[in-house]
């Protein structure tokens, strides 16, 4: 049972205040053997989706997590795959696997009828360079699963700023509710970002570069030391994080009750 339902019959006066609070402090809890507890109630109760990390599983664990979501929530969204556990939901799921973003690594397994509801709610996502797409991508994939309508300009780095200005200013036209930008090397996109624009901007460093720093230390410290106001950070390559963040900020910005 998950909280709504909780929820609802305790408003009909089929439950007391004292079972309802017992069931919600274990509803959306399942557990699977000894290796996973699933947090299905989550998108009901946070408005951000369970997310799979796939890493680290064996592609037999990644199975029955994805088929115990499907059972629950109708869909599980996963990420960091590789290719044997791609090969394995591919194998278990067959046209269920919804989307398969090998970019992003990440993967969405749906049964029919359970595609995120649009919100209204605007996110625009820019990458600094070619190399930080995969990062960004998995922001836009979380984006569109929370019910986001997501604009994208990759590319669009300081080393030609000027490629900057007309898919901004096309973003802010459309009303977006925030902004995620993906940078490495040097990380200073995102500053320049939130100085022009009047949404929260998303700091996205990622593990691209040359050298010392070249594994996103650089890009993070640099977003973390920005002097522009509007700014927050997520961890290196958090694209799933990132995507997380803007779409509540996106979200509420048009759902404010």
Same mark, same amino acid.
């Given at each position: %049972?998950?909280?709504?339902?909780?929820?609802?019959?305790? !408003? !009909?006066?089929?439950?007391?205040?004292?079972?309802?609070?017992?069931?919600?402090?274990?509803?959306?809890?399942? /557990?699977?053997? #000894?290796?996973?507890?699933? @947090?299905? @109630?989550?998108?009901?109760?946070? +408005?951000?989706?369970?997310?799979?990390? !796939? #890493?680290?599983?064996?592609?037999?664990?990644?199975?029955?997590?994805?088929?115990?979501?499907?059972?629950?929530?109708?869909?599980?969204?996963?990420? +960091?795959? *590789?290719?044997?556990?791609?090969? /394995?939901?591919?194998? !278990?799921?067959?046209?269920?696997?919804?989307?398969?973003?090998?970019?992003?690594? %990440?993967?969405?397994?749906?049964?029919?009828?359970?595609?995120?509801?649009?919100? +209204?709610?605007?996110?625009?996502?820019?990458?600094?360079?070619?190399?930080?797409?995969?990062?960004?991508?998995? /922001?836009?994939?979380?984006?569109? *699963? %929370?019910?986001?309508?997501?604009?994208?300009?990759?590319?669009?780095? $300081?080393?030609?700023?000027?490629?900057?200005?007309?898919?901004?200013?096309?973003?802010?036209?459309? +009303?977006?509710?925030?902004?995620?930008?993906?940078?490495? %090397?040097?990380? #200073?996109?995102?500053?320049?970002?939130?100085?022009?624009?009047? $949404?929260?901007?998303?700091?996205?460093?990622?593990?691209?570069?040359?050298?010392?720093?070249?594994?996103?230390?650089?890009?993070?410290?640099?977003?973390?030391?920005?002097?522009?106001?509007?700014?927050?950070?997520?961890?290196? @390559?958090?694209?799933?994080? #990132?995507?997380?963040?803007? /779409?509540?900020?996106?979200?509420?910005?048009?759902?404010? @009750?």
């Amino acid at each position: %049972m998950n909280t709504r339902e909780i929820l609802e019959q305790l !408003a !009909a006066g089929e439950l007391s205040v004292d079972e309802a609070q017992k069931r919600l402090s274990l509803a959306g809890i399942a /557990a699977l053997d #000894a290796f996973a507890r699933l @947090d299905t @109630d989550r998108h009901a109760r946070k +408005g951000i989706p369970e997310v799979v990390y !796939a #890493a680290g599983k064996t592609p037999e664990q990644l199975v029955q997590i994805c088929e115990a979501l499907l059972e629950q929530t109708g869909r599980a969204i996963v990420s +960091g795959l *590789e290719d044997e556990r791609w090969t /394995a939901l591919e194998k !278990a799921f067959g046209e269920l696997v919804s989307v398969e973003n090998r970019e992003a690594r %990440m993967a969405v397994v749906r049964q029919h009828g359970c595609e995120p509801h649009a919100t +209204g709610g605007i996110l625009g996502i820019l990458s600094a360079g070619t190399a930080d797409i995969p990062v960004a991508e998995q /922001a836009r994939t979380v984006a569109v *699963e %929370m019910g986001c309508e997501v604009l994208t300009a990759y590319d669009v780095g $300081v080393a030609g700023v000027h490629r900057l200005v007309e898919p901004l200013t096309g973003m802010v036209d459309a +009303g977006i509710g925030a902004l995620v930008v993906a940078a490495g %090397m040097e990380g #200073a996109l995102p500053s320049v970002v939130a100085g022009l624009v009047p $949404v929260p901007v998303i700091g996205l460093p990622t593990s691209t570069g040359y050298g010392l720093g070249g594994q996103g230390v650089t890009a993070l410290l640099t977003m973390l030391q920005s002097c522009c106001p509007g700014l927050v950070v997520v961890n290196i @390559d958090n694209g799933v994080g #990132a995507g997380a963040t803007g /779409a509540l900020i996106a979200n509420r910005s048009v759902c404010p @009750d």
